[in-house]
């Protein structure tokens, strides 16, 4: 792991993004007109510092293997046939010395090659979750967990295995260049016919590996779709237990298994026939050369050792010239569709917008906004107390879309004392508007370092964190948990019940301490009593800061400094609790 993704004092990982861009995984080159077929050349060469000298032992391998057949050829004629020893025994020599070569290439070669995948594979990898976790989230369609994970983990996969086509098919080709050489020397049509039959097989393996690429992708993406369902279930299990609905699940999940099953099966399939078929093409291209050495031999044109070199390089290259149609063919075809789903999350474009201004001060207030069921919204919030907003779930969700940034107005300005919000740079609008989603997600670790994930590193980070942990409720938290605050929380925090989930989410963003804090509804999973205890300690806890709660919760309306109604995407009511009440029972969405 990145060094940067540790507390350098005591080894503890943190859960703060890099206040700059992360390093890693750029020595890759992705921009917004980046083509799959672009980026799967460029991970070829991507990892260079390995894969060059690994290129250059694999290309000393291949051609020393070339060379078996030209050594024995070369001693039948000059000490076999003339029963000279002292020449047999310099070239039994020069044998034993050639395939020492052979297995010290390929070792070190091989061992080179495969480190340079696995770096490019982890550098892939980690620039993929970067950009999945990033906290200005990625535009268009909604992903499944399952398939971001499905990208990070295989699609990555198959694409880092491009490098090797930078490592084993060079080889292969030095040495059909070098048996081609040597055959020209030995019979010019020969020769020629390797050197011309070579590059056209090639050229021909592109040329039919389109069919495979669209399976491929098409694989690829119900794979996805599968795993995202699996970890929908399993996320979800507690809710699809609740209602009954096993059953449900159970085939929804065997129908997208199927699926990904089905397509797996074509795509094995065409592969294998695309495989089968450049297997064939090449066998076939190598026993007629090898034919055809036979014939001039019997004519007379060539000695015995010419012969048996002809005929040993010609057994030889059916190796590198079928691997030529699974090691550039099959790996340059997976290659393609896996850069095209890796380059949909690094190209994606953030959810959020973010300005270049670092300085404002003010109240937050909305000017003739419109949006989704807004409707021309007039609104200007105190700079200190606790604000209840009653209106129907629909305006929740646009309104927090737009303060968290993930969505723009239609029409009208939401200003931060003088400064339209989306004119902040990134740190201060999260610093200045913090916007807490109703079922936000804890961090793998334990209940205190989810608490003080969002307290910063300041001098009064202690002070926060216990401010915090008291005004959430946190403090009943630890005394139910086993380990108190040093209680794990599981993954996704589901080690927690929902009421202490809520509440160890609500800590964390009240120890950030944000000048404007929106909470959507922090207290639907607990009881009456517990509820009562938050409302209180977090309206005492803000003072001095503005809270902007959307409840209809009669505990958080009871402590509210203000309440705010918004009917029809308008403001209906903007006062103290007491002159709310007659409009309460008839609001859209609020009753008491």
């Not at 091989?110 to 200005?136: C, S, W």
């Not at 989230?137 to 994970?149: E, H």
């Not at 009954?244 to 159970?250: F, K, R, S």
Request: charged residues 20%; aromatic residues 6%.
């Amino acid at each position: 792991m990145d060094s940067d993704t540790y507390d350098s004092g005591t080894r503890l990982p943190v859960f703060f993004i890099p206040p700059v861009e992360p390093v890693r995984g750029k020595d890759i080159r992705v921009d917004p007109g980046t083509t799959p077929r672009q980026l799967a050349w460029r991970t070829i060469f991507g990892a260079g510092k390995y894969t060059v000298p690994a290129a250059i032992l694999m290309i000393g391998h291949f051609v020393g293997e070339a060379l078996v057949p030209v050594i024995m050829g070369i001693a039948i004629d000059r000490a076999v046939a003339t029963g000279d020893v002292g020449s047999l025994v310099i070239w039994v020599i020069a044998l034993a010395a050639d395939f020492l070569l052979l297995s010290y290439t390929f070792r070190f070669g091989e061992r080179l090659a495969v480190y340079g995948q696995t770096m490019v594979e982890h550098h892939f990898r980690m620039r993929v979750t970067d950009r999945i976790l990033n906290p200005k989230g990625m535009a268009g369609p909604a992903r499944l967990p399952g398939v971001s994970l499905n990208i990070a983990t295989s699609d990555v996969n198959r694409l880092s295995m491009a490098v090797f086509l930078s490592v084993f098919p060079p080889g292969e080709m030095a040495a059909v260049f070098v048996a081609g050489g040597v055959l020209l020397f030995i019979s010019w049509p020969l020769g020629l016919a390797i050197l011309v039959g070579a590059p056209l097989l090639l050229w021909i393996l592109d040329l039919t590996g389109g069919p495979l690429r669209s399976r491929t992708e098409h694989e690829q993406e119900v794979a996805g779709q599968a795993a995202g369902t699996a970890t929908d279930l399993v996320a979800g299990l507690r809710i699809v237990k609740g209602l009954g609905a096993e059953a449900e699940a159970d085939r929804r999940y065997r129908a997208a298994s199927s699926r990904a099953r089905d397509a797996a099966i074509r795509a094995g399939r065409s592969q294998g026939a695309y495989t089968g078929v450049m297997q064939m093409v090449s066998a076939l291209f190598v026993v007629g050369v090898g034919v055809a050495a036979g014939l001039i031999a019997l004519e007379g044109a060539m000695s015995l050792g010419e012969l048996i070199t002809v005929v040993g390089l010609t057994q030889f290259m059916m190796g590198p010239l079928n691997n030529l149609g699974t090691n550039f063919g099959a790996v340059w075809n997976s290659a393609v569709p896996c850069a095209k789903r890796v380059l949909s999350v690094l190209q994606a474009e953030s959810a959020t917008s973010t300005g270049t201004v670092r300085d404002a001060a003010g109240a937050l207030s909305f000017h003739q906004v419109s949006a989704g069921q807004l409707d021309g919204l007039d609104l200007t919030l105190p700079t200190d107390g606790l604000v209840a907003v009653v209106c129907p779930p629909e305006v929740t969700e646009t309104v927090t879309a737009i303060l968290s940034r993930k969505r723009l107005p239609e029409s009208g300005q939401v200003m931060v004392g003088d400064i339209d919000l989306f004119d902040l740079h990134e740190d201060v609008s999260n610093e200045l508007v913090r916007t807490v989603p109703h079922a936000p997600d804890l961090f793998e670790g334990t209940v205190l370092e989810n608490i003080a994930a969002g307290a910063g590193n300041g001098p009064d980070r202690d002070s926060r964190i216990t401010r915090a942990t008291f005004a959430a409720a946190c403090d009943d938290v630890a005394d139910v948990l086993p380990l108190g605050l040093d209680t794990p929380v599981g993954e996704a925090g589901r080690m927690l019940s929902g009421g202490q989930r809520q509440r160890v989410s609500l800590a964390r963003a009240l120890a950030a301490d944000s000048a404007i804090l929106i909470l959507n509804d922090p207290t639907t999973a607990v009881d009456s009593v517990t509820e009562a205890t938050v409302a209180d300690r977090v309206a005492r806890a803000r003072t001095g800061r503005t809270t902007v709660v959307f409840t209809n919760s009669p505990a958080l309306l009871e402590v509210s400094d203000q309440v705010v109604i918004i009917e029809s995407g308008r403001l209906r009511y903007q006062g103290p609790r007491a002159g709310a009440e007659p409009m309460l029972a008839g609001a859209v969405g609020g009753q008491l």
